[in-house]
């Protein structure tokens, strides 16, 4: 890798803290991740493991509770966190986007197809009413939606779920951003347009030049759609690499039990729990590995000390004492 | 919207520990208590009778004021009755026909919430329906209505504002005993061969009743704000009681000429109880039953 | 649509129906209707009559029949005291009482909603306990009681606005304020717990990721849509205000429909109080009604949805 990333995280912690700060969560725990233009990285985990925190900390869109307590975020090289808010305002929708998790109830139901997906544009770019009209017949176009120009006039109620959902994904991409961040974009939709929306977002990806974030739970989908993968539990990037080394020879052991409980393309509803034991509370995590409990290969020192990412190979690493190389262990 | 959250077991019954004391609202609770210790008491404590004055003596202001004295510590009325006497009274009154009335609205309202919802079907339309065409008219026009016809007495207003009040029992209760139908505990005292007033009895009224006493808290400052509406208007407790709202229609009479204290200290009792019983309400409402809190 | 329509019509018509059931069971259930019917000091002769015209020698379904028909032909007997037609004298009272309406519920609205936003937008801070004041303070405070107060102010110490009557814009201040308040603090009540609902949308979340400035995500975005029920609530309120407003016209001497229904209970003028309730309940009914059937025209999703 040459050429600086479009997105490099270091060491971001995001706590949620209790309203007397009697507690604690570690939503998101000391994550490093780099993303290049360009490249589609997953983000893999069980509910709950901190995947959406660590979206909506990239666009400080924090609900009131949840604070970023350390850590950097350099997006084209400019820390995201210096950011006054106004500036950080015109990151969002124009440099940096996001699809949200259920599509369907996106759209404002008061306000017209056009007015909405318009919107981005006259705000960031300041285009009048008629122009940014224009400009959403022309990305419907690009979603594959058909006659767009009546389309616009059209409320949200009168759409598809297939079609708000690329209405979503053309308001995604309206400003032309950098990087489009698709937190679970298909859980709510059937198969066949779960494919059909996957392949537009690739194709997308590939005729703008996006850096694309894929945040599911459906690790079928990461291997049809990314190039490298991050798996996360418990707040912590467990193993992060190229899908292929990461689907071939997998270093920690929950990815290994993640690709064991692969659900296909076809249930949708399978939420990787497959795997014995529950999440941990991610207010009283243990003070080693936090999958220590759950884990088949747990050894003593496991469960007192937390390992730190054991560098496997060019961009692979995994938080596992048993990756660690043998002189360290 | 009121989230129903699944639990399988029953649950159980909503205990007051420390925890949920912390922001217990302890001065409308005193003074509820104050209120309901003068009502208790009042022969005891009141000066004088509360419904003899003599007209030598009308219109004294309170002690404090120019012409007020230590002998009518708040002023007398336009009668020369003793107001501190007529408050302590009206007390009792406000008192007795609020928790009555709210005791007779909820009896009912409950009764027929649970038997709508346990039972469904027709029974559950007919007393939705009403109840429904019921709430739709104004409950003070109602009160009025009824109490024009059967005359004004204490016993009546209590049975009236039992009559026009149940309903809002009535639609809460419903709702709740619907999702508790479907809990497991129901059925498994459906399998058991429980009788459907047993079951009904036994375990979806404990289960209801956390809501019901919410209710009844917050009823209460509507049904005394009622209350001293028809006695404000003359078809409440007939006089020469000494209820708050009727001393409200006679401070009328030296309004004008600037007898202040026979206007403002009776609102100010109605006020102090209302409030009081509003904010316990709410606190119980967050504190007991969460599935209330957008009520 | 239409089965939509048809069902809330059919709804209507059958809380019509119990609700005349109510009153005239009422009526009958407690003795001699003649004798509420008749006017204090009336001959057997006049009894009779009454009698004959209400069809108490027949059976009760008749009586019922007789009672509902009379209602919908207009007919809602005589005033005792005025001698005149009880229809009349509420047409002639309606215009008084809708002003005083039309101008509390615009207090209302002009305090509770934008208070309502600032509370939810500034959920716990000042503002939002201010306003919870001013609402505990205005659904507590018994309306007439308030007016009293007022008076006291401002007539009886101050002398800047008139106690009682009708006319000028200065009559309407007080009974304005006195029944608007308990509006105001239920509109509030409501436009702060809907906003709240709506900012935690996924359109809400949305219009954030666009990212809108702050201003037109609340203004634009979460107002239109957290206002429906505020607006839906409002509408049903005007006419519950002509309706609830005998405590406060009664203080004010404001002459409406309130002030009707006080004057037919002080005069023992029976057939005015049971006209004021009739109506006022076919009112409310009709305009539940109207509400169901304007909010489906104007929101898409109830359209579609039953």
């Given at each position: 890798?040459?050429?600086a990333?479009?997105?490099?995280?270091?060491?971001?912690?995001?706590?949620?803290?209790?309203?007397?700060?009697?507690?604690?969560?570690?939503?998101?725990?000391?994550?490093?991740?780099?993303?290049?233009a360009?490249?589609?990285?997953?983000?893999?985990?069980?509910?709950?493991?901190?995947?959406?925190?660590?979206?909506?900390?990239?666009?400080?869109?924090?609900?009131?509770?949840?604070?970023?307590?350390?850590?950097?975020?350099?997006?084209?090289?400019?820390?995201?966190?210096?950011?006054?808010?106004?500036?950080?305002?015109?990151?969002?929708?124009?440099?940096?986007?996001?699809?949200?998790?259920?599509p369907?109830?996106?759209l404002?139901?008061?306000?017209?197809?056009?007015?909405?997906?318009?919107?981005?544009?006259?705000?960031?770019?300041?285009?009048?009413?008629?122009?940014?009209?224009?400009?959403?017949?022309?990305?419907?176009?690009?979603?594959?939606?058909?006659?767009?120009?009546?389309?616009?006039?059209?409320?949200?109620?009168?759409?598809?779920?297939?079609?708000?959902?690329r209405?979503?994904?053309?308001?995604?991409?309206?400003?032309?951003?950098?990087?489009?961040?698709?937190?679970?974009?298909?859980?709510?939709?059937?198969?066949?347009?779960?494919?059909?929306?996957?392949?537009?977002?690739?194709?997308?990806?590939?005729?703008?030049?996006?850096?694309?974030?894929?945040?599911?739970?459906?690790?079928?989908?990461?291997?049809?759609?990314?190039?490298?993968?991050?798996?996360?539990?418990?707040?912590?990037?467990?193993e992060?690499?190229?899908?292929?080394?990461?689907?071939?020879?997998?270093?920690?052991?929950?990815?290994?039990?993640?690709?064991?409980?692969?659900?296909?393309?076809?249930?949708?509803?399978?939420?990787?729990?497959?795997?014995?034991?529950?999440?941990?509370?991610?207010?009283?995590?243990?003070?080693?590995?936090?999958?220590?409990?759950?884990?088949?290969?747990?050894?003593?020192?496991?469960?007192?000390?937390?390992?730190?990412?054991?560098?496997?190979?060019?961009?692979?690493?995994?938080?596992?004492?048993?990756?660690?190389?043998?002189?360290?262990? | 919207?009121?989230?129903?959250?699944?639990?399988?077991?029953?649950?159980?019954?909503?205990?007051?520990t420390?925890?949920?004391?912390?922001?217990?609202?302890?001065?409308?609770t005193?003074?509820?208590?104050?209120?309901?210790?003068?009502?208790?008491?009042?022969?005891v404590?009141?000066?004088?009778?509360?419904?003899?004055?003599s007209?030598?003596?009308?219109?004294?202001?309170?002690?404090w004021?120019?012409?007020?004295?230590?002998?009518?510590?708040?002023?007398?009325?336009?009668?020369?009755?003793?107001?501190?006497?007529?408050?302590?009274?009206g007390?009792?009154?406000?008192?007795?026909?609020?928790?009555?009335?709210?005791?007779?609205?909820g009896?009912?309202?409950?009764?027929?919430?649970?038997?709508?919802?346990?039972?469904?079907?027709?029974?559950?339309q007919?007393?939705?329906r009403?109840?429904?065409?019921?709430?739709?008219?104004?409950?003070?026009?109602?009160?009025?209505?009824?109490?024009?016809?059967?005359?004004?007495?204490?016993l009546?207003?209590?049975?009236?504002?039992?009559?026009?009040?149940?309903?809002?029992?009535a639609?809460?209760?419903?709702?709740?005993?619907?999702?508790?139908?479907?809990?497991?505990?129901?059925?498994?005292?459906?399998?058991?061969?429980?009788?459907?007033?047993?079951?009904?009895?036994?375990?979806?009224?404990?289960?209801?009743?956390?809501?019901?006493?919410?209710?009844?808290?917050?009823?209460?400052?509507?049904?005394?704000?009622?209350?001293?509406?028809?006695?404000?208007?003359?078809?409440?407790?007939?006089?020469?009681?000494?209820?708050?709202?009727?001393?409200?229609?006679?401070?009328?009479?030296?309004?004008?000429?600037?007898?202040?204290?026979?206007?403002?200290?009776?609102?100010?009792?109605?006020?102090?109880?209302?409030?009081?019983?509003?904010?316990?309400?709410?606190?119980?409402?967050?504190?007991?039953?969460?599935?209330?809190?957008?009520? | 649509?239409?089965?939509?329509?048809?069902?809330?019509?059919?709804?209507?018509?059958?809380?019509?129906?119990?609700?005349?059931?109510?009153?005239?069971?009422?009526?009958?259930?407690?003795?001699?209707?003649?004798?509420?019917?008749?006017?204090?000091?009336?001959?057997?002769?006049?009894i009779?009559?009454?009698?004959?015209?209400?069809?108490?020698?027949?059976?009760?379904?008749?009586?019922?029949?007789?009672?509902?028909?009379?209602?919908?032909?207009?007919?809602?007997?005589?005033?005792?005291?005025?001698?005149?037609?009880?229809?009349?004298?509420?047409?002639?009272?309606?215009?008084?009482?809708?002003?005083?309406?039309?101008?509390?519920?615009?207090?209302?609205?002009?305090?509770?909603?934008?208070?309502?936003?600032?509370?939810?937008?500034?959920?716990?801070?000042?503002?939002?306990?201010a306003?919870?004041?001013?609402?505990?303070?205005?659904?507590?405070?018994?309306?007439?009681?308030?007016?009293?107060?007022?008076?006291?102010?401002?007539?009886?110490?101050?002398?800047?606005?008139?106690?009682?009557?009708?006319?000028?814009?200065?009559?309407?201040?007080?009974?304005?304020?006195?029944?608007?308040?308990?509006?105001?603090?239920?509109?509030?009540?409501?436009?702060?717990?809907?906003?709240?609902?709506?900012?935690?949308?996924?359109?809400?979340?949305?219009?954030?990721?666009?990212?809108?400035?702050?201003?037109?995500?609340?203004?634009?975005?979460?107002?239109?849509?957290?206002?429906?029920?505020?607006?839906?609530?409002?509408?049903?309120?005007?006419?519950?205000?002509?309706?609830?407003?005998?405590?406060?016209?009664?203080?004010?001497?404001?002459?409406?429909?309130?002030?009707?229904?006080?004057?037919?209970?002080?005069?023992?003028?029976?057939?005015?109080?049971?006209?004021?309730?009739?109506?006022?309940?076919?009112?409310?009914?009709?305009?539940?009604?109207?509400?169901?059937i304007?909010?489906?025209?104007?929101?898409?999703?109830?359209?579609?949805?039953?």
């Amino acid at each position: 890798m040459s050429a600086a990333p479009l997105l490099s995280l270091q060491n971001l912690s995001t706590h949620y803290v209790s309203q007397h700060g009697s507690r604690v969560v570690r939503a998101v725990d000391d994550v490093t991740l780099d993303l290049h233009a360009g490249e589609s990285l997953g983000i893999v985990g069980e509910s709950g493991s901190g995947k959406t925190t660590l979206a909506l900390a990239i666009l400080r869109l924090l609900p009131p509770a949840a604070r970023i307590v350390s850590g950097r975020m350099l997006f084209e090289g400019e820390d995201l966190l210096a950011k006054p808010d106004g500036d950080m305002r015109r990151v969002r929708g124009k440099r940096i986007a996001m699809v949200l998790q259920d599509p369907m109830a996106s759209l404002n139901p008061l306000f017209s197809i056009g007015d909405q997906v318009g919107e981005p544009i006259r705000v960031h770019e300041g285009a009048g009413r008629a122009s940014a009209w224009q400009r959403a017949i022309g990305l419907l176009k690009s979603v594959r939606i058909a006659s767009p120009e009546t389309r616009v006039r059209q409320y949200p109620h009168e759409m598809s779920g297939g079609m708000r959902q690329r209405i979503v994904g053309a308001i995604g991409i309206s400003c032309g951003p950098r990087l489009l961040i698709a937190d679970e974009p298909t859980t709510s939709l059937d198969l066949t347009i779960q494919a059909q929306y996957l392949e537009l977002l690739r194709d997308l990806q590939r005729q703008r030049g996006l850096a694309l974030i894929f945040i599911t739970h459906n690790l079928g989908i990461v291997a049809k759609m990314c190039d490298r993968l991050a798996v996360m539990y418990a707040g912590r990037v467990v193993e992060q690499g190229p899908v292929a080394q990461l689907f071939n020879a997998p270093a920690h052991p929950y990815t290994r039990a993640l690709l064991g409980s692969l659900p296909r393309m076809s249930d949708n509803r399978e939420r990787l729990t497959a795997i014995e034991g529950q999440p941990p509370d991610l207010s009283s995590l243990p003070p080693g590995c936090a999958f220590a409990p759950r884990c088949p290969m747990a050894a003593p020192r496991c469960a007192t000390q937390a390992p730190p990412a054991f560098v496997l190979g060019e961009d692979h690493s995994a938080r596992c004492w048993l990756a660690a190389p043998v002189a360290a262990a | 919207m009121s989230t129903i959250t699944p639990t399988i077991a029953a649950p159980a019954p909503v205990s007051l520990t420390w925890r949920r004391l912390k922001d217990f609202p302890l001065i409308p609770t005193l003074i509820l208590l104050l209120i309901a210790f003068v009502a208790i008491f009042a022969d005891v404590l009141a000066p004088y009778d509360p419904q003899i004055g003599s007209l030598a003596r009308r219109f004294r202001p309170p002690f404090w004021q120019e012409g007020g004295s230590m002998e009518y510590l708040l002023g007398t009325d336009h009668v020369g009755r003793d107001v501190l006497s007529r408050l302590m009274y009206g007390a009792r009154v406000s008192m007795i026909v609020g928790l009555a009335a709210v005791l007779v609205a909820g009896a009912l309202g409950t009764f027929l919430g649970i038997v709508a919802g346990f039972l469904g079907g027709w029974v559950d339309q007919v007393i939705m329906r009403l109840t429904d065409t019921w709430l739709a008219l104004p409950a003070l026009t109602f009160a009025i209505f009824l109490a024009a016809i059967v005359g004004p007495s204490e016993l009546n207003i209590i049975i009236i504002l039992g009559g026009v009040y149940w309903t809002r029992y009535a639609r809460v209760i419903r709702g709740e005993v619907l999702s508790l139908k479907e809990r497991e505990f129901v059925n498994l005292a459906v399998v058991a061969g429980c009788s459907r007033a047993k079951i009904m009895w036994r375990h979806i009224l404990p289960n209801v009743i956390n809501s019901a006493i919410v209710l009844a808290t917050l009823m209460l400052g509507v049904v005394i704000v009622t209350e001293a509406a028809l006695s404000f208007l003359g078809v409440g407790v007939p006089p020469p009681k000494p209820a708050w709202g009727l001393m409200l229609a006679d401070g009328k009479k030296g309004l004008m000429v600037g007898y202040w204290w026979l206007t403002v200290l009776p609102g100010v009792c109605i006020m102090l109880m209302v409030l009081s019983a509003n904010l316990l309400g709410d606190w119980l409402r967050v504190k007991l039953d969460p599935q209330l809190r957008q009520l | 649509m239409k089965q939509y329509i048809a069902r809330r019509v059919g709804y209507s018509l059958l809380s019509l129906f119990l609700l005349s059931l109510t009153i005239f069971l009422f009526i009958r259930l407690t003795g001699d209707p003649a004798a509420l019917l008749v006017e204090p000091g009336a001959s057997a002769q006049d009894i009779e009559n009454i009698h004959r015209r209400l069809g108490l020698d027949r059976p009760l379904w008749e009586q019922y029949w007789l009672f509902v028909a009379s209602f919908v032909q207009g007919d809602l007997g005589l005033s005792f005291y005025y001698r005149t037609p009880v229809l009349d004298l509420y047409l002639q009272r309606l215009p008084n009482s809708l002003l005083l309406a039309a101008v509390a519920m615009a207090f209302s609205l002009l305090i509770g909603i934008p208070s309502g936003i600032l509370a939810a937008v500034r959920v716990g801070r000042m503002w939002d306990s201010a306003g919870k004041m001013f609402a505990l303070l205005g659904l507590s405070l018994p309306s007439f009681w308030v007016g009293l107060v007022l008076i006291l102010v401002f007539t009886v110490w101050l002398g800047w606005l008139p106690s009682s009557g009708a006319g000028t814009a200065a009559h309407v201040v007080m009974p304005a304020f006195a029944l608007g308040w308990y509006f105001a603090a239920a509109h509030m009540r409501l436009t702060r717990s809907s906003m709240l609902e709506v900012l935690g949308s996924e359109y809400v979340k949305l219009a954030r990721l666009k990212g809108l400035p702050e201003a037109l995500v609340i203004g634009k975005h979460a107002f239109k849509n957290a206002l429906i029920p505020v607006i839906t609530l409002a509408g049903i309120n005007l006419v519950v205000m002509i309706n609830v407003a005998v405590v406060v016209e009664t203080v004010f001497a404001w002459p409406g429909i309130g002030r009707l229904l006080y004057e037919g209970i002080s005069f023992r003028d029976f057939p005015v109080v049971q006209g004021v309730v009739v109506i006022g309940g076919a009112m409310i009914v009709l305009v539940n009604l109207a509400v169901d059937i304007v909010y489906a025209l104007i929101d898409p999703r109830i359209r579609l949805a039953r």
